[in-house]
């Protein structure tokens, strides 16, 4: 489960060990320190002090408010043999983080995990390492260490504070939260490692216990994922191919949950696949909002007004989405799956999951000078014209830049003597 040391002699692992214990030591509470430690028990092989080590983190980090790495404890608990432990630490992450805990205040943030304290000063680096090489010696120190850290966690569950609400996981009940915990799987991965690439079946939908990971397309870095952070939901539950490529930065833990212990769970817990369903949808829309030329304009509070409006459309091979000749009454976000864009027998473009098309037509309230129809199962998101009418209210300004490009591509259309090759960005769909 946990990253592999690079140093493969025991006493380097040992000498790691000591200096990861001495630092918990000194910081109970620092759930970094104590991921270290249990990381580093688990690659001396000593199952069982790695298993309290876990069980330690797994209060701790439930009282820090830090699910994802509290959630990954409890099952690595289960994959070292301590089934009773892992059940109990699910359990009691379920009863802290579900709907209905009155323990989870919504305007509380889930904050980053603090940097380890330094135990020792630099100059004792070269004799401490000499001091502590020694397998067993680094054992007992450890074993101290962590008695101390579950001492803290157990102090933290009395006062029983106030814990973040974590994205998703708040939406669900107890019984569905148990049942997502279920079907998890601890996997480590170390820096340059792929998780995921572009062009792959989707399997799995993953979550962040530990690290960092980029995101990237065509070699761009689109972004950073840390703690916390799920990501490949939405290909997963659209049975889409991925997009982009999710690769580690920093050695990371993972909680997996693949598509068949998805579907397990989902079936004892029916509101599971509603609640996924339903955070995938607002994610993309956040997503497009943000990014979108049209919706970046609008303020966050705006676009959290206009997401509920957007509806699922699922098209199947061959199905029309919009038709050339007849005006488009909505604007759709394809989730997943892809679209041609065609004028009779040519090819004008193939648009896939992100793109946005029948803006134009929507608002140019004018026929569509293509068809577009589904390439393979494609799943839409769209807004209908009551819901860009409100926008017009509140924001006329925005349809008056559309409207100077819907003037600017005509113009382009009838440049005189000179035959128009229609762009993919033409099209008014």
């Known amino acids: 489960m946990a990253p592999s040391s690079s140093a493969s002699d025991p006493k380097s692992q040992a000498g790691k060990l000591a200096r990861e214990a001495e630092t918990l030591a000194a910081a109970p509470s620092d759930t970094v320190a104590l991921a270290r430690v249990a990381a580093a028990i688990e690659e001396l092989g000593n199952r069982s002090l790695a298993a309290r080590a876990f069980d330690a983190l797994a209060a701790s980090a439930r009282e820090d408010g830090q699910f994802a790495l509290a959630a990954f404890a409890a099952v690595a608990l289960i994959h070292l043999g301590d089934e009773k432990g892992g059940r109990a630490a699910n359990a009691a992450l379920a009863e802290a983080y579900a709907q209905g805990s009155k323990?989870?205040?919504?305007?509380?943030?889930?904050?980053?995990?603090?940097?380890?304290?330094?135990?020792?000063?630099?100059?004792?680096?070269?004799?401490?390492?000499?001091?502590?090489?020694?397998?067993?010696?680094?054992?007992?120190?450890?074993?101290?260490?962590?008695?101390?850290?579950?001492?803290?966690?157990?102090?933290?569950?009395?006062?029983?504070?106030?814990?973040?609400?974590?994205?998703?996981?708040?939406?669900?009940?107890?019984?569905?939260?148990?049942?997502?915990?279920?079907?998890?799987?601890?996997i480590s991965k170390k820096a340059g490692e792929v998780v995921v690439e572009v062009g792959e079946d989707a399997r799995s939908l993953y979550l962040i216990a530990r690290g960092t990971l980029a995101v990237s397309r065509d070699g761009q870095e689109l972004g950073r994922l840390g703690a916390g952070a799920f990501f490949g939901e939405i290909a997963l539950l659209?049975?889409?191919?991925?997009?982009?490529?999710?690769?580690?930065?920093?050695?990371?833990?993972?909680?997996?949950?693949?598509?068949?212990?998805?579907?397990?769970?989902?079936?004892?817990?029916?509101?599971?696949?509603?609640?996924?369903?339903?955070?995938?949808?607002?994610r993309l829309l956040a997503n497009t909002m943000r990014t979108s030329d049209l919706f970046s304009r609008l303020e966050p509070a705006e676009r959290e007004q206009l997401m509920p409006r957007f509806q699922p459309h699922v098209l199947a091979p061959g199905d029309k989405a919009l038709t050339a000749g007849e005006e488009g009454d909505r604007l759709h976000v394809i989730v997943s799956g892809d679209v041609e864009v065609s004028q009779g027998e040519r090819v004008l473009a193939q648009l896939g999951a992100g793109a946005v098309f029948g803006e134009m037509s929507l608002l140019g309230r004018r026929p569509a000078s293509a068809d577009v129809v589904a390439r393979t199962r494609t799943v839409t998101l769209s807004l209908d014209r009551a819901g860009f009418d409100d926008i017009a209210v509140k924001r006329p300004e925005l349809l008056a830049e559309v409207y100077k490009l819907l003037v600017a591509r005509e113009a382009e259309n009838r440049k005189a003597d000179q035959p128009y090759e229609v762009q993919p960005e033409d099209i008014v769909v």
Not at 136 to 152: F, P, R
Not at 165 to 171: D, H, N
Not at 238 to 267: C, F, Y
Request: aromatic content about 2%.
């Open 238 to 282: 659209s049975g889409a191919r991925r997009t982009a490529r999710v690769a580690v930065v920093d050695d990371a833990w993972l909680l997996e949950v693949p598509h068949e212990g998805l579907e397990k769970a989902a079936a004892k817990a029916p509101a599971l696949a509603d609640v996924l369903a339903r955070y995938a949808r607002a």
């Open 103 to 186: 323990r989870v205040d919504n305007k509380r943030r889930t904050r980053p995990p603090a940097p380890p304290a330094r135990a020792s000063k630099e100059g004792d680096a070269d004799a401490e390492a000499a001091a502590t090489d020694d397998p067993q010696v680094a054992m007992k120190a450890a074993s101290a260490a962590i008695d101390e850290a579950a001492a803290h966690a157990a102090l933290q569950t009395k006062k029983a504070g106030p814990l973040p609400a974590v994205p998703l996981i708040a939406a669900l009940d107890a019984a569905s939260l148990g049942e997502l915990l279920g079907v998890m799987e601890p």
